[in-house]
């Protein structure tokens, strides 16, 4: 295994890979509530944004792992940073234009390098050090990951954000021509954060080429688990189990992202509610460190994920049974779980897959399509119950009841 020593270097490029994982994925936050604004989307046609920045894990998380195979490890991470800087000067012609087709095949695009990023980046994150220590090694990662989320929160919700309920009551009283200059102006501001992410991503991909990465290396990709004879890798079902409970686990953070569109359903005034996904994120941010200082040392992973479905529940209960801000808060708080879960999940899932353990970080990849369905489900609960928008919260019941399992006895089941 590699040594404590060798392995911190990497791992430090890793977490400003994660980083930028953070960037990207917690914009789709901020894009939501702004699109739905300046397009003038349904709560379920906002969610398309979630959509087409998950979808691409479905379908590129097995492709990503033999290209990466064919081009080597370094050369594929700056291709994937420049396949997302492409697609993040594609939302310059998609502001101009004001069409949404365009918004999405953008971000798309650039969900599909980073596909490419974390089909290379999570596996190598799980075996470079003990398996043990892999939920802590993951929250070290997490950390990064939500760092470049509050980074961007703060400074996306300012400049896309800040107007945005004055925007609405203008468009609500404004005649079509002056409609159209107000949603060509507000529309204009995701130009210049966008040009200054494709920039960004350039200057990764440079630190890479020139840093000295060493190649994915790991004794047990090239043998069979001793002791264990498996034909395939749906012969291993704590993995298909554990795909499945990362799969449902995605509706956690999905609800906790969408929590500007839950506060603006239950009334609260938007100068409030555009704060919500900051708040999650600073609490998935304490969960991370919380997580590192825990795991394994003071409790283990399935223990991990035993008590955030057990509290996780309660929670989700104390959101359906209040109301207003409160209602929020308890769903909110759930956030500080999702840091929990995550890493502790993919450690207990991993193990032990030999030379199947590139295909099984694929699996567990192409479970984030939750992302992209958990949204639609969500706003259209929202919808369809705009008087009792709290109904909404229960999608998490089946994900904590179903992580209670896989904590207690899921991930120790060896043989079908």
């Known amino acids: ?42 709560n379920a046609q906002a969610g398309l944004v979630a959509v087409a920045s998950f979808i691409s894990y479905f379908i590129f998380s097995i492709p990503s792992s033999s290209f990466l195979n064919q081009v080597g490890y370094k050369k594929g991470l700056i291709i994937g940073l420049f396949v997302m800087s492409i697609g993040a000067l594609l939302f310059i012609p998609a502001a101009q234009s004001r069409q949404y087709a365009i918004f999405l095949v953008a971000i798309f695009v650039i969900s599909i390098g980073m596909v490419l990023l974390q089909t290379a980046a999570n596996p190598y994150v799980t075996i470079i050090g003990p398996r043990e220590s892999t939920a802590q090694r993951m929250g070290f990662m997490g950390m990064a ?9 703060l400074i996306f ?20 021509t002056e409609k159209e200059l107000i949603l060509t102006e507000y529309l204009s501001k995701v130009i210049n954060p966008y040009i200054f992410l494709a920039l960004f991503f350039v200057v990764v991909a440079g630190l890479i080429y020139f840093s000295n990465i060493p190649n994915l290396k790991d004794e047990e990709e090239n043998k069979i688990t001793e002791g264990t004879e498996h034909k395939n890798i ?7 189990l554990g795909v499945i409970a990362l799969f449902l686990d995605g509706s956690i953070s999905v609800a906790v992202n969408n929590s500007i569109l839950y506060g603006e359903a239950l009334g609260i005034p938007f100068t409030v509610s555009r704060h919500f996904s900051t708040y999650a994120l600073t609490f998935t941010l304490v969960g991370f460190f919380v997580n590192t200082l825990l795991i394994p040392k ?11 479905a057990i509290t996780g529940f309660t929670l989700t209960m104390l959101s359906f049974f209040t109301n207003g801000v409160i209602s929020v808060w308890f769903l909110l708080a ?7 879960t995550w890493g502790s999940i993919w450690g207990l899932t991993i193990r032990n897959l030999g030379k199947y353990t590139k ?21 259209k609960i929202i919808d369809l119950n705009p008087m009792y928008p709290r109904w909404a919260v229960l999608m998490l019941i089946p994900t904590y009841s179903y992580l209670f399992y896989y904590g207690k006895s899921g991930y120790k089941v060896e043989r079908w």
């Open 1 to 42: 295994m590699t040594t404590k020593q060798n392995y911190f270097y990497p791992l430090l490029i890793m977490g400003i890979l994660f980083f930028v994982f953070g960037v990207m994925t917690w914009a789709s936050a901020i894009l939501i509530p702004y699109f739905k604004v300046g397009l003038e989307l349904s």
């Open 145 to 153: 990951n939500r760092l470049g989320g509050v980074l961007t929160q």
């Open 157 to 176: 919700s300012s400049i896309l954000l800040y107007d945005a309920g004055d925007i609405s009551h203008q468009l609500a009283i404004a005649s079509p």
């Open 234 to 240: 749906f012969s291993f079902p704590y993995l298909t």
């Open 298 to 308: 003071y409790l283990t992973q399935q223990k991990a994920v035993v008590l955030c």
């Open 334 to 340: 759930q956030a500080f779980l999702s840091a929990f």
């Open 359 to 379: 295909l099984g970080s694929a699996f567990l990849l192409m479970t984030l399509i939750s992302y992209a369905i958990a949204p639609i489900i969500f706003g």
